[in-house]
């Protein structure tokens, strides 16, 4: 004890300290529980045992170390700051290496519970005592000592057990978050140190840590390198670097021990369950977690960063003989440290060499990739040496992008083949000057490469279109359809005509345009003002083109829309003459949701009007037709390519999707 009487307990602290220390200090569950499990570690347990009762919102750490008698608990646990290393030695009795040394760690627990508990055993003494929040602040506003309240019927058989009640924040429902975050703080986990981390009854396990069967590259640095790369099961390419760090002032020679690895996917190093990025290179210190990124300080936005994750073992930033660099929460390293600075300066050199490695086997790894499509592995071989080398490039580079689907990386090697078959064609004009005029076979070659790779272009285009009309087709709700078509058809008249590929837009001409229909659509009856959506005006395919929505519920007479049309075709021809530009075409788009009424009046209706419509270059297209008629005229192009070229059966025969499958009939 130490020498009052008058409680059995208290606490030696400036309590203001402790109050800024313990209660605002920690920011999440797992810093906290790794506290109390490096403390477990300390009293040489064997075993942790970790409840989480969400529903209640208790959290009990329970562990079968030395535990502590009541002097312990004055002298040691309730002593902020006391450094056990200076009294009781860097080494616990059985021999581990001890991780606390400032003495606040269990400080932490006040972060997320307003009150804790803590029972122990040692020496045939069971004891327990009570702390809270709310005592803490009274006596630390009073400048008062805080007395913990003592517990009676304390019931334990071996080590210390801490109970925290009143939980500040939720707790999760599934432990299996918590379980990661626990796996990654700890490498002194399992049989091989003799030390267990249970959570709600199940063993916290290596595997846990979820990340070494996403490591496709692994770089290792000394034993625990090689422990990881003999686990890693999915591993394609290893290779040892040197553990050693530079000699720092008067330190001893350093080691790391450790690995950097990629995964295969950026998108693998997104925890499944919390989705938070795992993407980044932990410093590990005695075991334990001491900083949780150290690639951010590099600022690195290389794309190899993106893949990277690693875990670094620094043991010389923890020296007993040395100044303790972490910071108080232990949760990051005081940066200005000449050991710190010599750790990311070795680091900062190992990441280059990573950089290049993984570049050349990302390189090797897109040949191998792509020689899986038979397709491209038999154009590949078609190749001269030269062209084989920059193909190996092409696919090397394909395959450092971040593409987490492979439909996305086989849609990039279809357009860097026809990249890279442009080139050949560009490289093939350039030896036209040399070829004969007598030597028209060699003239004919090169026509027939441009027309493939025109057709192998155009069969891409074609594939898109049909899947954005198709998505369009399985808009089931007609209001949603119509939405999507208004929103669309004036970006990609292609719905329209496929020979409308882009609009062209002339200001001047436009608007004229717009204000020669104004005047006539400010002339008609209300009634037929309303029927109108939107109207729009653009060039293309040489041609003036007037396209009109009209609302998809209303059904329009097709007189008044013969007359509507004649109006507009007279507003927008004297807008022609005045620009001298009467000669130009014009067509006039009137799209529909729902037939005019004197269509289907009499036999021939639908015709006669049509006939009459196009007399002022007029044409009517209903919503539903308009996106079956722009699939089957793209299907149509694609069922006559029948004289394919060398490029295009290529491409078309590893699209990803059977062109059978997108006919109009599914």
Same mark, same amino acid.
């Given at each position: ?8 307990? =208290? ?15 920690y920011?999440?569950v ?18 942790v ?10 959290? =009990? ?33 059985? !021999? ?21 508990e ?12 009570k ?8 006596a ?22 801490? =109970? ?17 975050r626990?796996?990654?703080r ?17 063993p ?20 625990? !390198?090689?422990? +990881? ?17 530079p ?27 919390t ?9 590990? +210190? ?12 590099f ?23 040395a ?42 790894? !897109? ?7 038979p397709?491209?592995e ?37 357009? !860097? ?22 030597n ?47 929103e ?104 529909l949701?729902?037939?005019?009424r ?48 060398? +490029? ?19």
């Amino acid at each position: 004890m130490n020498g009052n009487t008058e409680h059995k307990y =208290t606490m030696t602290a400036n309590l203001n300290v402790l109050k800024h220390l313990g209660i605002g200090l920690y920011s999440n569950v797992p810093a906290v529980l790794s506290e109390a499990v490096a403390n477990a570690w300390d009293a040489d347990a064997s075993k942790v045992e970790i409840k989480i009762d969400a529903d209640n919102g208790v959290i =009990t750490i329970k562990d079968d170390g030395h535990g502590m008698t009541i002097s312990d608990a004055n002298r040691k646990y309730l002593e902020v700051g006391y450094e056990r290393r200076k009294d009781g030695g860097s080494l616990t009795p059985n !021999g581990r290496p001890v991780m606390g040394r400032k003495g606040v760690g269990k400080l932490s627990l006040f972060s997320i519970a307003r009150t804790v508990e803590v029972h122990s055993t040692k020496d045939n003494e069971l004891h327990g005592f009570k702390m809270e929040v709310a005592g803490i602040e009274q006596a630390a506003a009073n400048r008062n000592e805080y007395h913990p309240i003592p517990l009676q019927n304390v019931s334990l058989d071996k080590g210390t057990c801490l =109970t925290l009640t009143d939980i500040k924040r939720r707790l999760s429902q599934s432990s299996q978050p918590l379980r990661r975050r626990l796996a990654r703080r700890f490498s002194v986990i399992g049989s091989t140190h003799g030390f267990a981390i249970e959570l709600n009854g199940k063993p916290v396990t290596v595997e846990d840590r979820g990340y070494h069967d996403k490591l496709q590259y692994i770089w290792t640095f000394g034993e625990l !390198g090689r422990e +990881v790369r003999a686990i890693a099961k999915n591993l394609e390419y290893h290779k040892e670097l040197s553990n050693a760090i530079p000699a720092v002032s008067e330190y001893p020679p350093l080691t790391i021990d450790g690995w950097i690895g990629t995964a295969k996917y950026p998108k693998y190093l997104k925890d499944p369950d919390t989705r938070e990025s795992i993407n980044g290179i932990v410093i590990m +210190v005695r075991g334990k977690l001491a900083q949780e990124n150290i690639l951010d300080e590099f600022g690195d936005e290389n794309l190899y960063s993106q893949y990277i994750i690693g875990e670094i073992h620094a043991n010389f930033l923890d020296l007993d003989e040395a100044d303790d660099i972490a910071t108080t929460s232990r949760q990051r390293l005081i940066e200005d440290d000449p050991r710190y600075q010599t750790l990311k300066q070795t680091l900062g050199e190992h990441l280059r060499t990573i950089q290049n490695g993984w570049r050349e086997q990302r390189d090797r790894g !897109g040949r191998d990739v792509a020689s899986t499509i038979p397709q491209i592995e038999k154009w590949y071989e078609g190749l001269n040496s030269d062209q084989k080398k920059n193909a190996m490039k092409l696919f090397g580079r394909i395959n450092q992008l971040p593409l987490e689907e492979e439909s996305e990386k086989r849609r990039l090697f279809i357009g !860097g083949i026809l990249a890279f078959e442009s080139l050949r064609f560009r490289n093939s004009l350039n030896r036209l000057d040399n070829i004969s005029i007598d030597n028209l076979s060699a003239l004919s070659e090169v026509f027939t490469q441009l027309d493939d790779l025109e057709q192998s272009a155009y069969y891409q285009v074609t594939k898109d279109r049909i899947e954005v009309i198709r998505k369009l087709t399985n808009l089931v709700d007609k209001n949603a359809k119509e939405r999507a078509l208004q929103e669309h058809l004036y970006k990609h008249l292609w719905l329209l005509d496929p020979s409308w590929e882009r609009a062209t837009r002339t200001e001047q001409m436009e608007k004229r345009i717009y204000n020669a229909l104004d005047v006539v659509y400010f002339s008609l009856p209300p009634e037929e003002q309303k029927s109108r959506v939107d109207i729009h005006y653009t060039t293309t395919g040489n041609k003036h083109v007037i396209i009109e929505l009209k609302s998809a519920d209303r059904v329009v007479g097709a007189s008044e829309l013969y007359n509507q049309i004649q109006r507009y075709h007279s507003a927008a021809t004297g807008a022609l003459r005045q620009a001298n530009r009467d000669n130009e075409p014009l067509e006039f788009i009137c799209i529909l949701g729902r037939r005019p009424r004197e269509w289907d009046t009499s036999p021939g209706g639908e015709q006669r009007y049509r006939d009459s419509l196009a007399a002022f270059d007029a044409r009517v297209v209903m919503y539903d037709n308009l996106i079956d008629n722009a699939l089957q005229a793209y299907q149509d192009y694609v069922d006559r390519s029948n004289e394919a070229g060398r +490029v295009y059966e290529l491409i078309r025969s590893i699209t990803e999707e059977d062109i059978s499958a997108m006919s109009p009939s599914e």
